[in-house]
Nanobody, 120 residues
């Protein structure tokens, strides 16, 4: 089970940290964050490889967003800085075994989503 939290309403330029706690199963090879804005398809934000902390980012968030993990807490974080109105979306954490993909269709396990709203 993946439990996402940390969303909220913030002003442009603010920061938020999302958390995704994993319970009831072993940690997957890749854990990541995806987002879906109203009327748009779900898109890749960031993924981390659990074994060695290698991170992958969408071009649109590079330099503003950092994905990290805490082994002891079985938790993945998404630190979002300098938020923009276009970052407004429901953010989902997800997991997969095997090799890396950025396409959300290859992720088998999903959390319930947490809403991030950035006002201008």
């Amino acid at each position: 089970q993946l439990q996402a939290s940390g969303g909220g309403l913030v002003q442009a330029g603010a920061s938020l940290r999302l958390s995704c706690a994993v319970s009831g199963r072993t940690i997957s090879s890749y854990m990541g964050w995806f987002r879906q804005a109203p009327g748009k398809e779900r898109e890749f934000v960031a993924v981390i490889r659990w074994s060695d902390n290698r991170a992958y980012y969408a071009d649109s968030v590079k330099g503003r967003i950092t994905i990290s993990r805490d082994n002891a807490k079985n938790t993945v974080y998404l630190q979002m800085n300098s938020l923009k109105p276009e970052d407004t979306a429901v953010y989902y954490c997800a997991a997969r075994y095997g090799v890396y993909y950025s396409d959300p269709k290859y992720y088998n396990y999903w959390g319930q989503g947490t809403l991030v709203t950035v006002s201008s």
